[in-house]
């Protein structure tokens, strides 16, 4: 490797400022970086206590030479540039001689190099930027990097990290994006003292893709291959059980690199449209390779972001490879309403996408959010300001489904039916549950008359009419059973078979979080191997729940659970995605469960939406209809 060097100032400014230490995540991305840049063929990251207290990155790289382990630690030291010309063309991760002296500045840092070849080692260690030891030291060949108490000298700094956990789960997303893009190297992840995966490094992409996602989405995947003028795209993409809720899923990687772009989502999502349901995106683990001047670096490697110079033609190629790879009973329905090569994503839609991203917890997104590099304020660059944008709902893309939402839409009158129906209620539950009491004086003369649609359950009782939605009735019984359940502390059940659910680092993470909201539902849950949690127990209300929907549904929507302030609030938010999940659609509720319902339903007390914040019924009363039928004035 070429001779660590001071980069002049005028190249150092040309480099976009910005801090590369954000969090726990950020520095390892940087470690391992420079780990593949000194060719390493594995690595090695450990993290304790979120790498807050202590993380640490091994390679079997070149090493640093003696003599140059110092000035490595120096702003803008490096050997992989030299001029401002070079900016153009980088090949390497790393190029700004910044991660070292940053990470330095703010943690305490111990290094252990020997290059190949050497007798012995060094070790040198670092205290808030200054030098505290420098000798001669006895290891293998590599580096071994240990950062310990970040940001002990910036506790401002440091209360912006958030909970160790969490700040694992990141750095465990970190190494799993970085896994992706290579293949070719075996990258161990240990949290909190367990191996939690350990990629064969084999340069095989998808039995790298089966340690970190699991047999089930791995035997679910079609190979995708092409290649275009100097071009190639490659990797897999999974479509029936893989597909997701979210765009968490979808893997790109551009010339090495892990990016978060949005014009090859884009791209990949009306490739496969008609093969996924609607509200859902595909598994995707992707690799691009362009000319190297056919992107825009983005000069900040933090980033995920990336920029080509003919977007129109790299989405069009990237259309045509996709599909063409998918076999026609991949993509059964695909009925493209123009020809993908007429169609450009509008700048909204890319938008959305970084957005989605943003917003759905990536490890990085504060620094997304930001712009600091000049690329980033360019008109089209993907850091907006959160305000600037649309709201999440045009159709094309529309990031979920109804169901999925967490907290109740706001209210809204189903006004469609030409007859004048009252509605009763809709309100929030969560601000008045038991608001304004509803005349509802009718429990004993009601009298079932029916299934409308097989949907809607119709009632007359006394002089009113009602039409009951028996899903959303029935959402709202087991809700309300399930949390009554949740007060008195009472069943759980067992499942006969535990069942097992696979899990990334940050879902982990996130999992572990909510344990206890969990069971205080009946969910008891245990951890099942590194990679995967298994469910012994469900509330017993909710029968046979569909779990693999429903845990799907909440890995998914983690990111808005657990910005919940309150306990409450998160087990209400769970119970929700339980109960809704217990509801078969299309069911056809049997005479008894329909008097059940009823029964409930007439209750004065039952709340007039249903979990989601949709009503439950309807009314007409005896004089609305006589009206309509002019009987009367
Ligand atoms: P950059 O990666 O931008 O050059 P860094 O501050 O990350 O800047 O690293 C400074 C220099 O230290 C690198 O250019 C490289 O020569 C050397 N270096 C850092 N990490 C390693 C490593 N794991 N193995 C060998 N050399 C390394
Ligand atoms: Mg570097």
Redesign the pocket.
């Known amino acids: ?1 070429p001779q ?1 060097q001071i980069l002049d100032i005028a190249t150092s400014n040309r480099i976009a400022a910005g801090e590369v230490v954000e969090r726990p995540a950020s520095i390892v991305k ?2 391992i ?3 593949l ?2 060719g ?1 063929s594995a690595v090695s990251v450990e993290v304790r206590e979120g790498g807050i207290d202590y993380l640490r ?1 091994t ?1 079997n ?4 030479p003696p003599e ?1 382990v110092r000035i ?1 630690f120096e702003r803008h ?5 030299r001029s401002g010309d070079a900016l153009d063309n980088i090949a ?10 940053s990470i330095a500045a703010v943690s305490r840092v111990e290094l252990t ?1 020997r290059r190949a070849g050497q007798e012995s080692g060094v070790r040198l260690a670092i205290e808030g930027g200054s030098v505290k030891d420098l000798r001669e030291a006895g290891c293998p060949e ?2 071994t ?1 240990v950062v310990r108490d970040l940001f002990y000298n910036t506790p401002a700094r440091k209360a912006f990290l958030k909970r160790a956990s969490t700040e694992g789960g990141y750095v465990g997303d970190a190494v799993l994006q970085l896994s992706l893009a290579r293949p070719d190297v075996s990258f161990r992840m240990i949290l909190n003292g367990r191996t939690i995966f350990h990629t064969p490094g084999d340069n095989d992409l998808l039995k790298t893709i089966t340690v970190l996602f699991g047999r089930d989405i791995a035997s679910d995947l079609v190979p995708i291959q092409g290649t275009w003028d100097h071009s190639g795209l490659e990797g897999f993409v999974g479509l029936q059980d893989a597909a997701r809720a979210n765009r968490q899923r979808e893997y790109f990687i551009v010339n090495g690199r892990f990016v978060r772009s949005p014009l090859l989502a884009l791209a990949v999502e009306e490739a496969v449209r008609g093969g996924v349901a609607i509200g859902k995106y595909p598994f995707c683990v992707l690799t691009l390779r362009v000319p190297l001047d056919a992107v825009d670096v983005n000069v900040h490697p933090n980033k995920l972001e990336v920029r080509f110079r003919d977007e129109g033609q790299v989405r069009s190629n990237v259309i045509s490879v996709v599909s063409q790879c998918l076999k026609p009973a991949d993509v059964a329905v695909r009925v493209p309403l123009f020809p993908p090569e007429a169609e450009k994503p509008l700048q909204k839609d890319i938008q959305r996408v970084a957005m989605d991203w943003k917003t759905g917890g990536d490890p990085f997104r504060g620094m997304m959010a930001t712009p600091r590099t000049t690329a980033a304020a360019e008109p089209g660059a993907m850091a907006l300001p959160g305000a600037l944008l649309p709201p999440r709902s045009a159709p094309a893309y529309n990031a979920q489904p109804p169901r999925a939402a967490v907290l109740p839409p706001g209210p809204h009158a189903p006004r469609e039916i030409d007859v004048e129906i009252q509605e009763v209620a809709v309100r929030k539950i969560e601000t008045a549950p038991q608001a304004e009491p509803v005349p509802m004086a009718i429990a004993q003369e009601s009298r079932s008359l029916g299934t409308l649609f097989a949907t809607y359950l119709l009632v007359e009782s006394g002089d009113i009419l009602y039409l009951i939605d028996q899903h959303a009735a029935h959402e709202r019984l087991l809700y309300d059973q399930l949390k009554e359940s949740l007060a008195t502390g009472a069943g759980a059940q067992a499942l006969l078979i535990p069942y097992a659910f696979d899990v990334t680092p940050r879902e982990r993470a996130r999992v572990i979080e909510n344990l206890d909201h969990f069971s205080a539902l009946g969910f008891r849950i245990e951890e099942f191997g590194p990679t995967s949690f298994r469910v012994e127990t469900v509330p017993h209300i909710l029968g046979d729940p569909q779990l693999r929907d429903f845990f799907i549904e909440f890995l998914d929507q983690l990111d808005s659970i657990s910005s919940m302030r309150t306990a409450d609030l998160k087990r209400d938010a769970i119970a929700r995605i339980a109960c809704h999940k217990a509801v078969k659609a299309g069911d056809r509720l049997s005479a008894q469960e329909i008097d059940a319902l009823l029964g409930r339903v007439m209750q004065e007390d039952m709340p007039l939406t249903c979990p989601h914040g949709r009503p439950i019924l309807l009314r007409m009363t005896r004089a609305e209809i006589e009206k309509r039928f002019r009987r009367t004035q």
């Open positions: 490797m660590i940087e470690l970086e420079n780990s840049d000194a390493a990155v390679d790289g070149a090493g640093f140059e490595a030291a490096t050997s992989k540039l390497t991760l790393g190029f700004r001689g910044e991660a070292l002296p190099t590599g580096t990097m």
